[in-house]
């Protein structure tokens, strides 16, 4: 009879564990010993079990000898991203692991970016204590005239994984683009700001209350950003300097907080190999 540490002093290569090599592996097993009792089938059973365990799937290589993603409960403890450093669960990150979607980071230039509903966020702090995320908007960091202007609003209405802190739920900055006046004085006054690409020469206005942009004054398109108490009350008596106020905090982002899941995290069903062979086993 050919026990378990038969197989691991044998010739057949399972150091890499391969789903094919451990099917092999119990293939030979079935081979060779052909069990006559209900005895030995169990013993044949917990073989299997047991070496299943000792090498699970998930440590495998794939053919092209690059390596599967292991489960997220099976990763390091934290794991860094340029300056946001000791990120751990239950964000996660590829091809280091894989877990819920929604907690999955990008590192892109020693950058971590989140991706809510369709849009994608710069994460500049994470706080596991309160469960916190400082996020800026990947088209807003540098750039107070996105591509495509777009509210962010619907990425967080009815999502269960991530809300605003009420602060930002209650503060918001509203930016209005491509503003047109029947008296031309745009341009002069403080809350008008230009895009930093000189070819754009179009007149946006940003307000922080929700009266509009004021009498006379049509916009093609506007979007609303969330932003600090502090940015409000700075912005509610506009200056000419009052555009680096606002292009800090756009670039400072603001704050969510991910709330709990607490659906069990199941681990992969095994592979197909596993449930062959101990269909076979159990003839």
């Keep these: 009879h050919l026990s378990v540490s038969a197989i691991l002093d044998s010739q057949?290569?399972?150091?890499?564990?391969?789903?094919?090599?451990?099917?092999?592996?119990?293939?030979?097993?079935?081979?060779?010993?052909?069990?006559?009792?209900?005895?030995?089938?169990?013993?044949?059973?917990?073989?299997?079990?047991?070496?299943?365990?000792?090498?699970?799937?998930?440590?495998?290589?794939?053919?092209?000898?690059?390596?599967?993603?292991?489960?997220?409960?099976?990763?390091?403890?934290?794991?860094?991203?340029?300056?946001?450093?000791?990120i751990s669960k239950p964000f996660w990150f590829k091809p280091m692991c894989a877990s819920r979607p929604d907690y999955e980071l990008i590192c892109e230039g020693g950058v971590p970016i989140l991706k809510?509903?369709?849009?994608?966020?710069?994460?500049?702090?994470?706080?596991?204590?309160?469960?916190?995320?400082?996020?800026?908007?990947?088209?807003?960091?540098?750039?107070?005239?996105?591509?495509?202007?777009?509210?962010?609003?619907?990425?967080?209405?009815?999502?269960?994984?991530?809300?605003y802190l009420p602060e930002f739920k209650e503060n918001n900055v509203t930016l209005y683009y491509d503003c047109q006046s029947s008296n031309d004085l745009l341009a002069q006054i403080p809350n008008s700001f230009s895009c930093e690409d000189e070819t754009d020469t179009r007149i946006n206005l940003f307000d922080v209350t929700s009266a509009g942009p004021g009498p006379n004054i049509?916009?093609?398109?506007?979007?609303?950003?969330?932003?600090?108490?502090?940015?409000?009350?700075?912005?509610?008596?506009?200056?000419p300097s009052s555009i680096n106020i606002l292009r800090t905090a756009l670039a400072s982002g603001f704050s969510i907080r991910w709330l709990l899941d607490d659906t069990p995290l199941v681990p992969p069903p095994p592979p197909q190999a596993y449930t062959s062979l101990t269909k076979a086993l159990l003839r």
């Excluded at 890499?16 to 013993?43: D, Q, Y």
């Excluded at 047991?50 to 495998?60: D, G, K, N, T, V």
């Design 116 to 163: 809510i509903s369709s849009s994608s966020y710069r994460v500049h702090e994470i706080d596991y204590d309160a469960h916190t995320l400082t996020i800026v908007r990947e088209d807003l960091w540098d750039n107070t005239c996105p591509e495509i202007p777009r509210n962010i609003t619907k990425d967080f209405d009815g999502n269960l994984l991530y809300d």
């Design 12 to 86: 057949i290569d399972i150091t890499c564990a391969t789903r094919s090599n451990i099917f092999r592996v119990f293939s030979l097993l079935k081979m060779e010993t052909k069990p006559k009792n209900g005895k030995k089938r169990l013993l044949f059973l917990l073989e299997a079990i047991l070496l299943s365990i000792y090498f699970p799937a998930f440590f495998c290589q794939k053919d092209d000898g690059m390596p599967q993603p292991k489960a997220c409960w099976d990763m390091p403890q934290s794991l860094n991203c340029g300056n946001v450093r000791y």
């Design 218 to 239: 049509t916009c093609a398109d506007s979007i609303t950003v969330p932003v600090s108490e502090t940015v409000v009350r700075s912005l509610q008596n506009p200056e």
